[in-house]
């Protein structure tokens, strides 16, 4: 959040040159960061780039007045706070301006103290409101952390709720999702809930070991099985015995791994390399794959026996962007995490790197969301989190969703049809609003019929 509201920056915009220097002025020795716009148009770019808390706009203005440059900014940042300069003669349009999102209107002339005052409030209401779904957040973590499983989605309930209801079991569990969506948090999650959580919770990584090694990793060798072998070494399942075996990345393994697998899931058993003697082991597999094994299965790439054996019962994690209520209570928990684990007192984040966090698609999941808050404590230089200490992927995609693609080869006809169309999508089919950002008149989009198709 702002160290303070004079950290706040405040777009004016007004088409009068004389009373837009003044109001900059007066903002400015305030101690307020302050940007202006003669008109509309030019105050969405600003406010597209730059971090800006409050606008400031007179109501009456030429080509975009300030009750249409309201429906706009509101379209491209909701949070943003705006206050209309109005005359007595519109008082009636600016009390529709705050039925519309406006936080309220100042009428002209006006005393510097009673504008000043007005924009506190505003950005006290802004920086208070962020305080108390931060707080929210913090307490539904309570009630919504399981281990190191957070969040507060309906996805995310119901794999906490099935994870209690199976631990207990002996069945072997398969868990599918995307890369980073915390697949051997679940797994944990389960262990630490069964009745083995004080027996070991082994865990190996298909994928990061050569195929020649895996097989020694996991079922270990007797001392001159191969060069280089001068001791026995137990595997992974004798570690695990009595405990739980996580196998990561499942599809991965080769078909004689697999057929190995295999004996152990069926007789519970098997030989270290090198070695005649037969092991028993009891040891409960927990397998995650971001592959479609059952897709695999048809494919002849993995066994349909083996591939039973293990999927007695199913997780399925969404990835992150399809559960985005979860990210408030992640970020909450990420930060806590590494303030501590770095000595330093970080107290929150603020309202625009929130919202970016928020729009970014996270093709990562939540080991992406994870290094991305560990990056901005780590760099911070205040006591919270603001924009400029996310990651530059970050920005760039919240930029790219302002850019329009044209495939190259299309004609002017279909530029132009695809330009107006998305336009109008963003301003929820608002032909006057829709004509006045492009800048043509609005009988040219009744005339070639879009957005009425």
């Given at each position: 959040m702002l160290k303070s509201l004079k950290d706040s920056t405040?777009?004016?915009?007004?088409?009068?040159?004389?009373?837009?220097?003044?109001?900059?002025?007066?903002?400015?020795?305030?101690?307020?960061?302050?940007?202006?716009?003669?008109?509309?148009?030019?105050?969405?770019?600003?406010?597209?780039?730059?971090d800006v808390n409050l606008i400031l706009t007179d109501l009456k203005m030429p080509a975009m007045d300030g009750l249409e440059l309201l429906t706009a900014c509101k379209m491209i940042k909701p949070t943003v706070e705006i206050i209309l300069i109005t005359a007595y003669a519109t008082v009636e349009k600016a009390v529709?301006?705050?039925?519309?999102?406006?936080?309220?209107?100042?009428?002209?002339?006006?005393?510097?103290?009673?504008?000043?005052?007005?924009?506190?409030?505003a950005l006290e209401k802004q920086t208070l409101n962020f305080q108390n779904e931060l707080e929210q957040a913090k307490?539904?973590?309570?009630?919504?952390?399981?281990?190191?499983?957070?969040?507060?989605?309906?996805?995310?309930?119901?794999?906490?709720?099935?994870?209690?209801?199976?631990?207990?079991?002996?069945?072997?569990?398969?868990?599918?999702?995307?890369?980073?969506?915390?697949?051997?948090?679940?797994?944990s999650l389960i262990h630490n809930l069964s009745p083995r959580k004080n027996k070991p919770f082994v865990k190996v990584c298909c994928a990061a070991l050569p195929e020649t090694l895996l097989e020694s990793e996991l079922f270990g060798y007797e001392a001159g099985a191969f060069t280089g072998a001068i001791t026995q070494k137990q595997g992974r399942f004798e570690l695990a015995n009595e405990g739980t075996l996580f196998l990561d990345e499942i599809a991965e393994i080769n078909p004689l791994l697999q057929v190995k697998l295999l004996r152990i899931l069926q007789k519970g058993e098997f030989e270290r390399l090198g070695g005649t003697k037969t092991i028993q082991c009891n040891v409960r597999i927990l397998a995650a794959t971001n592959a479609n094994l059952a897709k695999k299965v048809e494919e002849k790439q993995f066994r349909e026996d083996l591939f039973y054996r293990?999927?007695?019962?199913?997780?399925?994690?969404?990835?992150?962007?399809?559960?985005?209520?979860?990210?408030?209570?992640?970020?909450?928990?990420?930060?806590?995490?590494?303030?501590?684990?770095?000595?330093?007192?970080?107290?929150?984040?603020?309202?625009?790197?929130?919202?970016?966090?928020?729009n970014y698609s996270w093709p990562g999941n939540v080991r992406e969301l994870e290094n991305a808050i560990e990056r901005a404590v780590v760099?911070?230089?205040?006591?919270?989190?603001?924009?400029?200490d996310l990651p530059e992927t970050i920005h760039k995609e919240k930029m790219d969703e302002d850019k329009l693609t044209i495939p190259l080869g299309a004609t002017l006809k279909e530029i132009e049809k695809k330009v107006i169309t998305e336009t109008l999508r963003r301003t929820r089919g608002d032909k006057e609003l829709t004509a006045k950002l492009l800048g043509i008149a609005t009988s040219t989009i009744y005339r070639k019929k879009i957005g009425s198709e």
């Open positions: 405040i777009l004016v915009v007004d088409d009068e040159e004389s009373i837009r220097d003044v109001l900059v002025k007066i903002l400015t020795k305030e101690g307020y960061n302050t940007l202006s716009a003669a008109e509309g148009k030019a105050a969405l770019n600003i406010l597209r780039e730059k529709e301006a705050i039925k519309e999102g406006a936080y309220d209107f100042i009428v002209k002339p006006f005393k510097r103290k009673v504008l000043i005052d007005l924009i506190s409030q307490l539904l973590e309570e009630f919504q952390k399981e281990g190191d499983v957070v969040g507060n989605s309906e996805a995310i309930r119901k794999i906490i709720s099935l994870a209690k209801q199976v631990a207990h079991s002996q069945a072997n569990i398969l868990i599918q999702g995307e890369s980073g969506v915390g697949k051997e948090v679940i797994a293990l999927n007695v019962i199913s997780f399925t994690i969404p990835p992150l962007r399809d559960r985005k209520e979860d990210i408030p209570l992640l970020v909450s928990h990420f930060i806590e995490h590494y303030s501590k684990k770095n000595n330093k007192e970080i107290r929150g984040i603020s309202r625009d790197a929130m919202e970016f966090l928020m760099l911070t230089r205040d006591n919270s989190i603001s924009l400029k």
